[in-house]
């Protein structure tokens, strides 16, 4: 089957498109269906990013370039890669290890808005996965501003086969919005912008602030020391309803206390630095985003 033949809605998610196709196929399950592409995936996340899926499903349609942009989130990524990814001999399964998600205080399940359901259906007959709604951390709709919503029973996988209009109960993905999460959620916006316009700027956003925090040194002692004196700035710069908003661990305390997030990112033993969700990049660049120009 040659997927170029079949268009993406506009802005629609890859993952959406792969269930639309199915429904569409007359295969009578979805595994193999997706056989017939060389994919074999149960787990059709909006947080998973970087996959063998994603590739597979890329190299089917058209355009490289225009893909990665116009149906999925993976220019934002850029930001935690700390390199330009939607170049054409990079294979997004380098990346797997990315697709880290679990300490996150928004909902990561798929997200829709009310108005797109509405206009999808009237304009193409079905609704479909918005690839903006899945943007990490953002809580409104990029083209109507009205809260996104989440099911009630959470969509966590469309292996599920279930498209938004399928949804039976929907509610706000967020109940009180205030000033500090719209600030952020423009700068989340801005981010995503520069990351599609000029990808270099934001691959380099990474490395401009491991420089400026002082963290480009070897010895984790040291990374340590300056973590915890930058994280209490860091976390006062962010406000508390933005940062429990942002990181879940913020909003329960463990037996280690609380969570200090820039020792988590720059001096953990167990993980490579670096290896995260953009969220935290966008979290510092925020923080520091006049030094960076980024106002
Ligand atoms: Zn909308």
Not at 91 to 106: A, D, K, R, V
Not at 145 to 167: A, M, R, S, Y
Request: hydrophobic share 40%.
């Amino acid at each position: 089957m040659n997927l170029a033949l079949f268009r993406a809605f506009p802005n629609e998610h890859l993952f959406s498109l792969l269930l639309r196709l199915y429904k569409l196929s007359g295969y009578g399950d979805f595994i193999t269906f997706q056989k017939n592409l060389g994919i074999q995936d149960r787990f059709l996340h909006a947080t998973k990013v970087f996959s063998s899926t994603t590739e597979k499903l890329i190299t089917h349609l058209e355009d490289r370039d225009e893909t990665i942009k116009a149906h999925s989130v993976i220019p934002l990524w850029q930001m935690s890669v700390g390199q330009i990814i939607d170049v054409e001999d990079i294979s997004l399964q380098l990346f797997n290890h990315m697709n880290e998600q679990q300490l996150f205080g928004f909902d990561t399940s798929w997200h829709s808005c009310k108005k797109c359901r509405q206009d999808d259906l009237v304009t193409y007959g079905t609704s479909y996965w918005h690839a903006k709604h899945q943007l990490p951390s953002v809580f409104e709709c990029y083209k109507h501003h009205c809260t996104l919503d989440k099911g009630v029973e959470p969509i966590k996988n469309l292996f599920t086969e279930i498209l938004p209009h399928q949804v039976v109960a929907w509610s706000p993905v967020l109940s009180r919005i205030s000033g500090d999460l719209k600030c952020w959620q423009s700068f989340v916006w801005k981010i995503d912008v520069v990351s599609h316009d000029q990808p270099s700027i934001v691959a380099d956003i990474k490395h401009r602030l491991i420089k400026l925090l002082g963290l480009n040194i070897q010895s984790l002692p040291k990374r340590k020391a300056i973590c915890e004196l930058h994280n209490p700035h860091f976390e006062s710069a962010l406000g508390p309803v933005l940062i429990k908003y942002i990181f879940r661990d913020y909003t329960r305390s463990t037996q280690r206390g609380k969570t200090n997030i820039l020792s988590s990112m720059f001096a953990n033993i167990h993980k490579a630095q670096g290896v995260r969700n953009p969220i935290y990049w966008v979290a510092l660049a925020y923080w520091q985003r006049t030094k960076l120009g980024l106002n």
